[in-house]
């Protein structure tokens, strides 16, 4: 099992022939992610990475079958690009953009939730499934199949988890960036409940960094759960000066339930592991695991 993407996945890139979307297409089809076409309005009837190339992601929903999307498109045009997947059926939305306007961001927010969607990010890695589907920004040597999920606000952070857990000799399920803008698709609890319901994930880690309410809401969740699985959880940015955005945009402190302190405190008292610096997290979920 996984969640959001696998071998079946029936993946298009909107964007497809510009340079962000060329380059990471061509990894993505490198790792064996099935890829299968792309759009760029204009450039339909061509052909691009020897994927069909389609003017509107309809197009590529009835020609190619398309059922998940990654986004590529520039901030000014992201919003609409995730509408626009949304409006033609498809399921899976991966919006990679950083710097999307937030009046956008609420638009397509409000406009997919009638819609049977789920969007990942915007200014996220994306998602991966060892072995199976990348789609996403990582380094896909990174990853190796296992029973491991990560829920991470952070890319960076989640190739590290990842590379710590494949050290201690263990694996991933599925890898979900969930991206750190102040508004995002799929939430940390989401993400986490998606992971908790799937068969193969035994132990998730949790990533996440100062700024907002995420990692409280999907802490008090597992412990209503009844902590069916283990988490083992981590927040970036305990040092940051209070009232500063630090590179994320949602990752600004508003007030003391905000904190990495006090996120921690809130994660501890859910029955989640935590750990203090990322370089314990793979020792911490082998020690959980007892393996």
């Known amino acids: 099992m996984s969640v959001l993407v696998n071998k079946d996945s029936k993946i298009i890139v909107q964007g497809f022939t510009g340079s962000e979307g060329t380059f ?25 990475l020897d994927r069909p190339v389609f003017n509107t992601v309809k197009d590529a929903v009835e020609l190619a079958g398309a059922d998940t999307t990654i986004i590529f498109v520039p901030p000014a045009f992201a919003a609409d690009a995730i509408m626009e997947a949304a409006d ?13 306007p937030v009046a956008d961001m609420i638009k397509a927010y409000a406009y997919i939730q009638n819609k049977d969607c789920r969007l990942v990010g915007p200014n996220c890695p994306g998602v991966i499934t060892p072995g199976e589907a990348k789609v996403g920004i990582m380094p896909g040597f990174v990853f190796k199949k296992g029973t491991v999920g990560i829920v991470s606000k952070s890319g960076t952070l989640t190739y590290e988890a990842a590379d710590q857990v494949v050290k201690q000799g263990l694996g991933i399920t599925t890898a979900i960036g969930i991206g750190g803008d102040p508004i995002i698709g799929t939430t940390t609890k989401e993400a986490v409940e998606l992971l908790m319901n799937d068969p193969e994930t035994e132990i998730i880690i949790m990533i996440g960094e100062i700024g907002g309410q995420l990692e409280a809401d999907a802490a008090k969740w597992v412990k209503e759960d009844g ?23 949602g990752a600004i402190v508003g007030g003391e339930d905000d904190t990495a302190e006090a996120k921690k405190r809130i994660m501890r008292e859910c029955g989640i592991h935590v750990v203090d610096s990322p370089a314990e997290i793979g020792l911490k979920v082998k020690e959980v695991l007892g393996s």
């Open 24 to 48: 990471h297409a061509s990894q993505m089809i490198e790792y064996g992610t099935n890829v299968v076409g792309g759009v760029t309005p204009g450039k339909g009837g061509s052909t691009h």
């Open 88 to 100: 033609a059926g498809i399921k899976v939305i991966i919006a990679i953009t950083e710097g999307i």
């Open 227 to 249: 902590n069916r699985k283990p988490v083992v959880g981590f927040i970036a940015g305990e040092t940051a000066p209070k009232g500063r955005t630090m590179g994320h945009a």
